[in-house]
C-alpha cells in the first residue's frame, strides 16, 4: 500500500532539500516490534492515503543487515531501536 523508497542520508538530504515530506520506518526483520508496527499501525488503508493526500516520502530503513548508515541515523535521533 506504501510506496516506500530505500532509506540513504542522501535521498533524505535531496528530498529536505526539495521542501518534501518525509516519513522514515526504521525496520529489521528480526524485530518482532517493528513488523507488528508496520501489519497494525503504519501499512494501512488511511496511512497509505494520508501519505497520498500529504505528498510525503515514504523511506524504509531496513536494519535487517548492518548498516553504518542506519545505525548513524539512530544515533543522530537517540534512538537504540
Partial sequence: RIP????TEA???QLRSEGKTVMIDFTADW???CKL???TAIETE???LL?????VVPLLADWTDP???IKNKLAELRSAS
Fill in 11 to 13: 535521498k533524505l538530504a
Fill in 51 to 55: 501519505i497520498k493526500e500529504n505528498k
Fill in 31 to 33: 524485530c518482532l516490534t
Fill in 46 to 48: 488511511n496511512v497509505a
Fill in 4 to 7: 516506500w523508497q530505500p532509506f
Fill in 37 to 39: 508496527n508496520l501489519a
Fill in 67 to 69: 548498516s553504518d548508515e
